[in-house]
Every structure is written in C-alpha cells, then in structure tokens.
C-alpha cells in the first residue's frame, strides 16, 4: 500500500499545488508529504515537480503521470465498491462539507444514527459557510445553499427552501417598515450580509411585480458566518435574509419580524453536491440518501406552522 499511497499524495499534490496544503489534507505533516514525494520519484527515475522557494510547478513528466495515477486511483474506488457491494460490507472513510446552519441541524444530528447503522464507515463533517470546492479539498460530497455554478459536479437536490427578509421589532420601530427592497437601496436601512473575502458587492434578488430584480443594499455589518448574522438581526442592529428554516422560531416566538413583504426573496436551493465518479462508491450512496431522506423530514418540520412570508 505504500505505493498506492505515495501515488494518492502526488496527485493531491498535483491538484492543490501545495505540499502543505496536500499533507493537510492526507492528514499527515508536509515532511512525510515530501518524503512520499521523494521516494516516487525515486522509483520513476523522473522528476515530478520543479520546486523553488516559492512555487512547485509539476513538470511535462509530472503532467503525463498524473493522468494515468487518477485512472489507477479510480480503478482501486472501483475495485473496493465492487468488494463492498458483493461482501454487504460497507467501510471506509467519508469526507464532508456543510455549511453552519445546514450542517448543525440537519445533518449532524443524524450521523451518529448512521454510524449505528454502519459502523465500519467513518464520518468527517466540515462546517463552513464559506464556498467549498469540492474537488480541490479532497471532499466526497458537499451540501451547498444557494446557486450553483461548477457544473462538473452530480447536483442532487434536497429541497427548495423558501426565505424571507426580516429584523428584529426594535429595528423595525426605530428605522421604519420596508415595504419593497427599493427602500433598501441607499443609506435607509442597515443590510446585514453574509460575505467572504474577494467576493462581489452584495446584492439580493428579490420578486416584484415586474420579476425578480436584484437590489444593491450596503450596511455597516459584514460577516462569513450565518448565525452571526442572525445575532445582530436579534439585537436590532439590522435587516437579514435567511432561509425560513434558521430562523424559524425567532419568527414564532416574534423576536424576528418579517420585512420588505411586497417583494419576498426567492427561495434557495440545498443540494448535495457529489464528484461523478464519487457516485461509484456504495458508502457514498447509502450515506447521501440516508442523510437526504432525513434533511427533507427536518426541513419540513422546521418550518411547520409558519405562513409563506410572500
């Protein structure tokens, strides 16, 4: 397996450009990543990268060799599912990624459930709300919200989730109502958004009468992490938009209110997002549907009760 396994690092290395960034993730040091490196190249009699103090560029030996390494990696997935699925024997390890909200309510409440059910399978669950690429962090499957725009990826659709723009009864009292998103624009009321580093300026696609039209709103509040966002909205420090699902009992209890109620956002999208090859695998399969079945379970619940604020 050492061969395998020094064939795996160099094609980490190879797509995240990075020994660090590979060892992090083969869950090993960057010494061990180069030594694997090293003893690769030792028995090819080539040199796979170009190395320099600041860069590591695959060479044209490099490149030719990373294509038939995937197809030697994907040959040992097939053989394994193969194995997996005639033996009933489902293990290994499953790489995950949701974000914040998603994942603390939908999905990892459940894995421990899973685990029970098949204990020979591992689960690595990474919260973020940051964007996530899939390929390049190594993950098996991913569950996104909101537009997707890599469509190299097996998109399975969870749930459309409607959303709504609200704020906490002090806010509304001290700054006004917005009936439409045209009295979002400007200085009239503070946006609270959900933004990462690098990305555009921030816009919400709202309906009108005329069809959805995106409105530019600003504020003094920025963060990359969700419930952060609905914090401040709790303490009247502005107006959020959140899928229905994360807010629902501030919406119940009334310490959120909706706002902007002439023009409702659109809803969301929750998908899980899977490699095609990935879709080969039987533990990926079993833990997606386990998981999907019970996300939609949730999700309807969540929100039970509440009207559709549109």
């Known amino acids: ?26 869950r090993t040091s960057p010494a061990v990543a180069s030594a694997r490196i090293a003893e690769l190249e030792k028995h090819l009699g080539i040199r796979l990268f170009n190395r320099t103090t600041r860069r590591l560029q695959p060479t044209e030996n490099g490149r030719l060799f990373y294509d038939g390494a995937r197809r030697v990696l994907e040959a040992i997935d097939d053989a394994e599912a193969a194995v997996m699925v005639s033996t009933q024997m489902l ?12 994942g603390r309510r939908f999905v990892a409440p459940h894995v421990p459930s899973f685990k029970d059910e098949y204990p020979q399978i591992d689960i690595r669950l990474r919260l973020s709300d940051r964007n996530i690429d899939v390929i390049a962090e190594g993950l098996d499957m991913a569950f996104h919200l909101g537009a997707l725009d ?51 300026e921030f816009q919400w696609t709202l309906r009108t009468q005329e069809g959805p039209r995106r ?19 709790l303490d009247g ?54 998981i999907v079945a019970r996300c939609r379970v949730d999700l309807a619940r969540a929100t039970e009760g509440l009207p559709a604020f549109a």
């Open 150 to 200: 890599d469509s190299t990826l097996k998109m399975r659709l969870v749930a459309d989730c409607p959303r709504v723009l609200c704020a906490a009864p002090a806010y509304v009292a001290r700054r006004g109502d917005p009936l439409t998103g045209a009295a979002l624009v400007g200085d009239r009321h503070d946006c609270l958004n959900l933004r990462f580093p690098g990305a555009p």
């Open 237 to 290: 420090r502005g107006i959020v938009m959140k899928p229905i699902f994360e807010v629902a009992d501030h919406l119940r209890s009334g310490d959120l209110v909706p706002v902007c109620r002439d023009t409702p956002p659109l809803p969301v999208q929750l998908t899980c997002l899977t490699q095609h090859r990935r879709l080969r695998d039987p533990k990926i399969r079993a833990f997606t549907d386990f």
């Open 91 to 102: 293990k290994g390890t499953i790489f995950i990624a949701a974000p914040l909200g998603v």
């Open 1 to 26: 397996m050492s061969y395998v396994n020094n064939i795996k690092m160099f094609v980490r290395v190879f797509e995240l450009g990075s020994m660090s960034a590979a060892a992090r993730d083969q």
């Open 215 to 233: 409105f530019e709103v600003t504020g003094p509040y920025e963060t990359d992490d969700g419930d952060v966002l609905t914090g401040w909205a």
